[in-house]
Each structure stands twice: as structure tokens, then as C-alpha cells.
């Protein structure tokens, strides 16, 4: 039997008997971790808001054999006011569910943990559009979890990729990068051809590489097929259904 005291934040719960709940805490040191909330459902518990949804803090958690207890929590931000922004909710929850998806037992994921807190505080306090939030969001995720998408160079040949104004470019999704013209043109006679894209869209993927969640204040416009195509990308990835992605926009 031992204690544990770890900074995490709830990416998923579920109501357990009468006054219980079990949460999936996203630690950044332990990875995933399951534990039940006693008695956290009646109205006047401590660990009401240590339950819900998206709250932040560092838990306290009583160790027994393979089960955990939550024994407290000291809440950091709960990014409650997203709760009165259906759109900005939504976005938030997608965040959340593709990290919970993403996170293993034991498995350290502090970068991951970061970026995760980041985009909820831009979502929740920021000025800036969901999604583009969710966009860069996006890119970091599929970065830290070792599919980056190629942008510079056609991902068959290797030639270079340079968008031109008011030309298309193409972005294969299972190989993960772009094309160049030819090998463009070859794939669209095969299965799974190619997204074809806005130049304007190659260069605010590749400005995402470039500055990471510094580029959600800049005034860089965001084509929306950007988000569709990292969507598409992310998701392709991800090897169950992301539930909530049926709520975007």
C-alpha cells in the first residue's frame, strides 16, 4: 500500500454504483491512470470537482495492489467557462478524447501533457478561432506521437515542394506528406488518391511546424480545409473512433 501525489487532468470519467465515479487521469509522469472517486457524486463531497471532466491538479491517490483511490485533489483550473461555449466545448472534449486515446499505463508524456493544457487554456481563455487552436493542436499531437507530416518534400520521390499561388498542391494522407506534381498525377490513377489542397494551406501547415502554439496569435489566415486535412490525418492514425469528433463543425 503507498501514496501517490501526481499533477493530472480528467480525460474521462464514468458514474460508478450510486455516489462513485472512475476517471482516467492523464498524468504527465505516469501516462494513464484508472481510479475511482468515492462518494465524489453527492452534492456536498470534496472531490466533486476533482471528478468532472477536464479538471486540472495534482491528485492524491491511495495505491493498493493494482487498484487506486482518489484521496484528494488540489484543482489548478477546472476551464469551466468553456461549459458555456458550445463550439469551444466540443473542440476541447475532441483534444481530450485524442490524448486519452493516445496515453499508455506507465508511460511517460510530459510534452504531450503540455500541449494538452496549452490549447484547453487558448480554447477556454483565448480570443483565437477553436479551430484553429484545435489545427495546432493537431500537428504537435501527431508530432510528439512519431508521424509528423512531411511538408517540405514529396514523400515518394523526394523532390522539393515549394506552393505557388493559385496552383494546388497534394497531400497523401497514408504516407503521410506531400507530393510533388508528377507523383501527384500517378497517384490519382491509384486507391486512396491524394487531398488535394490550397498552396495557402501548405504554407500555414508548414508556419504550424515552424512556431507551434506561438502561430494561434498570429494573424496568419487559416484555410479551413487546413483543419479537415489534419483532421483526416490525425484521425486515420488513431486506432479506435474519436466519439466526439461527431460534434465538430
Do not use: W
Amino acid at each position: 500500500m503507498s501514496t501517490i501525489k501526481t499533477h493530472a487532468i480528467v480525460v474521462r470519467h464514468a458514474d460508478y454504483r450510486e455516489n462513485d465515479r472512475m476517471v482516467t487521469l492523464f498524468s504527465p509522469n505516469l501516462g494513464r491512470v484508472e481510479a475511482i472517486c468515492r462518494g465524489c457524486r453527492r452534492q456536498k463531497s470534496p472531490l466533486l470537482a476533482a471528478s468532472e471532466l477536464l479538471c486540472a491538479g495534482e491528485f492524491v491517490l491511495f495505491e493498493k495492489g493494482e487498484r487506486r483511490t482518489v484521496v484528494s485533489c488540489a484543482v489548478q483550473d477546472s476551464f469551466y467557462p468553456l461549459r458555456a461555449d458550445y463550439e469551444r466545448l466540443t473542440h476541447g472534449l475532441y483534444l481530450t478524447e485524442l490524448c486519452e486515446a493516445a496515453i499508455q499505463p506507465g508511460q511517460e508524456a510530459e510534452r504531450l501533457f503540455l500541449l494538452l493544457l496549452r490549447s484547453l487554456a487558448h480554447l477556454t481563455y483565448g480570443d483565437a478561432p477553436a479551430g484553429r487552436v484545435t489545427a495546432v493542436f493537431l500537428c504537435g499531437y501527431a508530432s510528439l506521437l512519431g508521424y509528423r507530416p512531411r511538408l517540405g518534400r514529396c514523400v515518394r520521390c523526394g523532390a522539393a515542394v515549394e506552393p505557388e499561388a493559385g496552383r494546388a498542391a497534394h497531400f497523401d494522407l497514408a504516407a503521410g506528406g506531400v507530393l510533388c506534381a508528377p507523383c501527384a498525377l500517378h497517384a490519382l490513377t491509384e486507391a486512396g488518391a491524394p487531398m488535394r489542397i490550397q498552396a495557402e494551406t501548405l504554407r500555414f501547415l508548414r508556419a504550424i511546424m515552424k512556431q507551434g502554439l506561438d502561430l494561434i496569435g498570429e494573424d496568419l489566415p487559416m484555410p479551413d480545409e487546413a483543419l479537415v486535412l489534419l483532421r483526416r490525418y490525425v484521425e486515420l492514425r488513431t486506432e479506435r473512433t474519436i466519439r466526439s469528433a461527431r460534434l465538430l463543425s
